[in-house]
């Protein structure tokens, strides 16, 4: 079974600042990794995922996360943060080549301050 | 297109009542999920549904939560004899066959009162 810890339940960080949420796995078989958001009182949106190929992997609205197999992280990243990009992200893990059930993180709420 | 959609979008029911809760996929979208949102948690999964085939159900917490597939399409999650600790945001999501990328609906709040 897969497991994921997101390390910060809230980050508060000024406008045009930069901003990573920390995400980090357990698992014992090779994983697939995603970050979704969710906007208030919507669904979550996909930001970007991690199949294979590179480690760094660019998503939306200027979001990416590098995986990193020896820390078992997948941390996400912006350089510069808007007002807009406040909202709850979630990181998620599934296994690869075989469930599509992804195992969700209890999220981290991203604040941007004026 | 139009996206997930799920009805209604909030509900208040009373303890020890049933409620059904709908979700509309993508057409064309062969995978349903259904989730459970409880407030500084993440996401819980319930059940999901793919093609014709059985439903993975591992997920739901106890013999009062059932769920069903008509057509290969609309999907309701029924919820009987509510108790307080129901009370959650109730998450549909669809995608592709073969596909990990899911779309999720707005969303249905259930308050057991």
């Known amino acids: 079974a897969q497991s994921v810890t997101q390390l910060d339940s809230q980050v508060p960080v000024f406008e045009e600042a930069p901003v990573e949420l920390r995400c980090n796995y357990s698992?014992?078989?090779?994983?697939?990794l995603f970050w979704y958001v969710q906007y208030p009182n919507q669904g979550l949106q996909l930001l970007l995922k991690?199949?294979?190929?590179?480690?760094l992997v660019k998503g939306i609205n200027g979001f990416e996360a590098e995986f990193n197999k020896s820390q078992t992280s997948f941390h996400l990243r912006k350089p510069s943060v808007h007002i807009s990009d406040t909202a709850e992200y979630f990181c998620?893990?599934?296994?690869?080549?075989?469930?599509?059930?992804?195992?969700f993180g209890r999220g981290t709420s991203l604040i941007v301050h004026p | 297109g139009a996206g997930v959609s799920q009805s209604p979008s909030n509900k208040v029911t009373e303890k020890g009542k049933d409620v059904e809760l709908r979700c509309d996929p993508i057409s064309g979208h062969t995978a349903l999920y259904w989730y459970r949102q409880s407030l500084g948690q993440g996401l819980e999964f319930l059940i999901y549904?793919?093609?014709?085939?059985?439903?993975?159900k591992s997920g739901l917490p106890s013999d009062r939560f059932s769920a069903e597939r008509t057509g290969g399409s609309v999907s309701t999650l029924t919820i009987q004899r509510t108790q307080q600790e129901d009370s959650a945001v109730y998450l549909c999501?669809?995608?592709?066959?073969?596909?990990?990328?899911?779309?999720f609906g707005p969303g249905t709040r259930l308050t057991v009162t």
């Open positions: 549904f793919q093609g014709n085939s059985a439903p993975d």
């Open positions: 698992s014992s078989v090779s994983v697939y």
């Open positions: 998620a893990v599934t296994r690869s080549g075989g469930s599509y059930i992804p195992t």
């Open positions: 999501a669809s995608s592709l066959d073969g596909s990990y990328e899911q779309y």
């Open positions: 991690y199949l294979s190929g590179s480690t």
